[in-house]
């Protein structure tokens, strides 16, 4: 693989991006990937649990049409149901929000009313859509998302549910869960940290989301599969890349190299060419001696300003399921809250309530009865520190009380993502925070050194879903943004890039 002029290239991270970034480099130059992890896939993993599977990480392809390239690599691998390939769900406008049938529990232990909790989500969907008519603007109602969709509501709370006291609080209560939905989307804590005017960039493709059967690591697994032998180093966590500089290999005198990345292991590599792949959730903890010499201001303050947050995952596995077949989402609504009110602060008291519901894994043939809980934000962060008892009683406390059943039989066992907790990840995805914008988006995905005349061009590249500007936050951002730097330097190279596929 000495193609490319034998330039050597190096790619800090084996998730979609690391792995999309050798399947386009394939023949051109020295390739290898340092991942710090035992695995490969990164936040795609699937882990086995009760009778199936259970996706720690990503979860569904957003968006499954002939745009989307994950679902064109996994359609070429054969990796998924006949339902995928039928072309009316390639073509549906899901918006992001997939449509389930579903049940809404209520905190008094009752089911409400599905015509009160469509109508108000209606109303929270539409005031959503209204956002993207910021893009661009100039003058802005408010900074953030969250505080545009709240100063909409205020004026309308009135009217909500024809003006019965108790209809209205309902309403209220419906959209605060709506807003917790969206942070979960959204990888936030709170959607008044989303900034209002870059949030139409984000792009959603047709096609109705769906899931692997064979588990969502069986895409990376395939992409592993098809590089040579001994490309992937596990355990090789990066501690430092020095960049500018000039380094030789012992008894080799007749060539130096600009990079040289070190290993917590004492190991050493060096490389014409280093793409990085690591989330903006580790960069944002270690950039500063991560590079040295450090990052340009420009890009240290684009990882500064980006925001970075927390969506985690509790799955638990009952004995028998005390749904109805026909139910796909169990949503969950505390009837006192308010968007217009300050959630609680008391975290260890009320974490719990930042749950937005239960998906029922599918089919049950395969999973047994899973429900699979989302929960985001800081709220999720205090449940990675609890232990899976705390949590599984925790758990079984709130069913009872929604279900409104004191007997409810506790699940069987209990599995968590702990995302914010991973060393090498420390949060889920990113979103662009208010006091940042798309533009951040592209400083980060810069490569370095900023002078185009340099001798040594792009030492420095830069992928990874934080750095797609439309597709932020998703696999298929990820695997764009290491297939754009793959280019980059094939570019460079001029060599041809081989075509994508098994």
Not at 340 to 347: G, I, V
Not at 369 to 391: N, P, Q, R
Not at 416 to 433: E, K
């Amino acid at each position: 693989m000495e193609g490319g002029g034998g330039r050597r290239v190096l790619a800090v991270g084996a998730g979609l991006a690391g792995l999309g970034a050798a399947q386009r480099l394939r023949g051109h130059g020295c390739l290898r990937l340092l991942e710090a992890g035992t695995r490969a896939g990164g936040r795609v993993y699937t882990r086995p649990f009760a009778s199936g599977l259970a996706e720690m990480g990503a979860h569904w392809i957003h968006g499954p049409s002939p745009g989307n390239p994950i679902f064109q690599l996994a359609t070429s691998y054969g990796l998924l149901g006949p339902e995928a390939a039928l072309e009316e769900n390639q073509q549906v406008e899901a918006g992001g929000h997939p449509p389930m049938p579903s049940v809404t529990y209520g905190s008094s232990g009752r089911v409400l009313s599905p015509q009160t909790v469509n109508e108000a989500r209606d109303l929270f969907n539409t005031l959503l859509a209204s956002t993207r008519a910021f893009q661009g603007a100039k003058e802005l109602p408010a900074p953030s998302v969250g505080q545009y969709l709240r100063a909409e509501i205020g004026p309308k709370v009135p009217t909500f549910g024809g003006g019965e006291e108790d209809a209205r609080r309902l309403w209220l209560a419906v959209l605060a869960t709506c807003l917790k939905l969206e942070c979960c989307i959204s990888g936030t804590h709170s959607m008044d940290l989303v900034a209002l005017e870059p949030f139409g960039e984000y792009v959603s493709l047709p096609g109705l989301d769906c899931t692997f059967p064979g588990g969502y690591s069986s895409l990376p697994d395939r992409m592993v599969s098809a590089l040579p032998e001994g490309t992937i180093l596990l355990n090789k966590a990066v501690r430092t890349i020095q960049w500018r500089g000039s380094f030789r290999e012992e008894g080799d005198k007749g060539r130096d190299f600009p990079v040289r990345v070190e290993c917590e292991d004492g190991d050493a590599f060096l490389a014409d060419h280093v793409i990085v792949t690591v989330p903006l959730g580790f960069l944002k903890e270690r950039h500063q001696d991560f590079f040295q010499p450090p990052l340009p201001e420009r890009k240290a303050e684009a990882i500064r300003c980006l925001g970075f947050g927390t969506n985690n995952k509790i799955f638990l596995d009952f004995e028998q399921p005390f749904w109805e077949p026909q139910q796909q989402l169990l949503e969950v609504v505390w009837e006192d809250e308010s968007p217009l009110k300050e959630p609680s602060a008391d975290l260890a008291a009320n974490w719990f309530k930042k749950l937005i519901g239960f998906v029922v894994l599918q089919p049950p043939e395969q999973h047994g009865h899973v429900l699979c809980g989302f929960i985001a934000g800081k709220e999720s962060e205090y449940m990675e520190t609890l232990s899976d008892t705390e949590v599984l009683d925790t758990m079984t406390r709130v069913l009872r009380r929604l279900t409104g059943n004191p007997c409810l039989p506790a699940p069987r066992s209990v599995l968590r993502s702990q995302w914010h907790s991973a060393p090498y990840t420390r949060g889920s995805y990113s979103y662009v925070a208010v006091g940042s914008s798309g533009d951040d988006i592209d400083v980060l995905a810069q490569p370095l050194p900023e002078d185009p005349e340099d001798p040594r061009p792009l030492q420095l590249l830069f992928a990874g879903e934080a750095t797609h500007r439309t597709f932020y936050s998703t696999t298929h951002g990820a695997l764009l943004s290491g297939w754009r730097e793959a280019e980059r330097l094939n570019h460079l190279f001029k060599a041809p890039s081989p075509a994508p596929g098994p």
